[in-house]
């Protein structure tokens, strides 16, 4: 990827006169509801730089405050809880502002409070996609709705990255991310050429997405025990040699959710809300 070969972190301070928000709804009100405008600021950044904005905040419920820019598009967000800041990943001059989402996702159901925090962040960041305000979080996540949700969580979108995919075309939404994911060494394709985006992603193929970005933008590396690091999982011998890095890595990091039967369970699927806190987790390692 073309920036980040030697990446230029431009860190910039804004500091600005935040109000204290108010009208926080209660637990169980999951319709879209931009709550608050903050100041916006004009922010100048050298041309072909990549800059974390630092926004300071001052306010009781930070953790779901999303930067946007001039044309309303919701950007990569975290709250820094050591600077007290939101800070948010930006390519570009501009005009951004803050608003204050509690979610955009209007039928969670019943979900533990994990997974609940989970998906209002990626939604509200425009990481996760929804239909009609409903994401489905039971369902099995799709291999292009996690390529997508992956490049897009670590700012690793390559629209220069080349698809080799024949079943992918530029008309299809997930066309720049399956291409990255691909380039990246992130996802791999079938054996026909095919990416079918539309099927399920089974959970080694998550586990070598996640280890992928781990040793790419924070340089992690496998465990040296990787037997080890695998012996507690009851069906260790059905996890290929070519997954044991990745699974050793990811399982040593605590990112993927464990099953009570203690099985890694390779082939398996994953539901979105159990990607979305894999997802969650990773970002709160990585920046």
Known sequence: MRSWVVPLLVILVIAANLWTLGGWRGADDYIERPLDYFPPLLVSIPDGARAVLSIPVWDTNPEFLVVFNEH???????FNPITNTIDARIHENGIYFLRA??????TLGNVELMMREAIMRLVATGIMRTDNSNLD??????????ASALVLAFDMLDTLAENPFIDVTPADWYYHAAATVYRHNLMR???DFTFDGHIPITKDEIA???AGVM???????????????????HDRSRIEPWLEPA?????DANILLFREDEMFA??????????AIVLYRLMGRLW
């Open 72 to 78: 309303d598009e919701p950007l990569v967000s975290k």
């Open 101 to 106: 989402y509690e979610s955009m996702v209007a």
């Open 137 to 146: 979080t039971h369902g099995f996540i799709t291999r292009a709705e996690f």
């Open 189 to 191: 394709g079938f054996d």
């Open 208 to 210: 070598l997405g996640v």
């Open 215 to 233: 040793m790419r933008r924070m340089g992690y590396y496998a465990p040296y025990d990787i037997e080890g690091s695998l012996s507690h999982f």
């Open 247 to 251: 699974v050793a890595l990811v399982t």
């Open 266 to 275: 390779p082939g398996s699927y994953m539901t979105r809300g159990d990607a």
